[in-house]
């Protein structure tokens, strides 16, 4: 007989959520191979709920041949995680991207081959075969995928960011916490099911309801991923392209020129720069500035980092926190995000940021200080007080 309890109607609630959440950032309009990614990552991770959902309410009870019915794909979850993460901030998917989903391909094809055994040839099968041998592998498989992939989409975020250092102006914006907080979030899926799967294996054999805490953790981190995947469908990453991809294209291919006097160049360019005005477009990429200058992207990144030790987005904020500074100093009373806004900042907040990065102040706490400096001391007028004339 079927009956939803609170254990099964609860992690029930949280697969519905995953697979609305899913649904709906399938049919999202923006970055769609991403958003579709993260779909298939939430609906793999709904369907590793699903035999607990129907174990608690008497399912496999009522309808045993539901044994074996490919709910768990846990070898997807790596690399869906490292793809979706890719896709987010690149053009296009990297060459030959199937092949990271073949594992879980050909464990979906043994899990369809087993689902359509008969009902004697499945349970004798389980018994000899999979509870003792592939049951284990299965475990181990989808343990070190995860951790694999976990590894190789933080080194992908510590390149991106890198990357935003040196091509994109406002970089601060785009350090959005999304893509940490998915790594945490499968990090802990991680460590959940391997701390429960070697306790049941080492020390004690966990029963079914034994591992209702991990599954609820499950769910935790599916309505986490969920509503903060939605969150983030509207924001646009900057899209870090390949060399042979920029503004003038084949030139980056180039070898470099040799001997050439970097730290003239940059500096002759940072000039270019300053008295264009272009470091008050918000914004501003290193593509862009590269085409105004008639060179490309490679050629002016040398010459910030080489000639003038600063990378693009440094060189870029010391313009607009040099032009706010100058502005404070000449006792501008307009208002601080007004300033920002207009020199290039993007928000308040980074606007923040980088002014107490470069001043070891807040734009706030400069100012005061600026005013206290310039103030005349008391007795220095230079009129003389009446009666002294």
Known sequence: MIRFGPWSTTLGLAAGFGALVA??????????AAQRLLALLLLVAVLRLMPYVLGFAGAYDAWPWLSFAPFDLRLAVGPLLYLYLRRLVTPALPPRWGWHLLPAAIDLVYMLWAFALPLE?????DAAVQRPWISPLQDAAGGLSLAVYLLLSLRWRQRYLAWLREHVSDAEEHRQPWIASVLLALGLWLA???????????????TYYDRFPQYLAFSAIILWLGLEGWRYTGHRFPQMRAPQQDSLGRLDTLP????RDWQAAGTAWREQIRLGGWWQQPGLTLADVAHRLGTNESYVSRAFNLGLAQNFNAAINAMRVEAIQSRMMRDDATDLLT??????????????????????????????AQITKTARPPGSEATPPAGRA
Do not use: I
């Open 23 to 32: 649904l709906l950032l399938w049919r999202a309009q923006g970055h769609r």
């Open 121 to 125: 040839q499945k349970n004798a099968w």
């Open 339 to 368: 300033m920002a806004l207009a020199c290039g900042f993007a928000s308040k907040a980074s606007f923040n940021r980088v002014f107490h990065e470069r001043t070891g102040m807040s734009p706030s706490a400069w100012r005061t």
């Open 192 to 206: 959940l099911s391997a701390g429960f799967d070697l306790y049941s294996r080492w020390l004690a054999p966990l």
């Open 256 to 259: 470099q020129p040799v001997g």
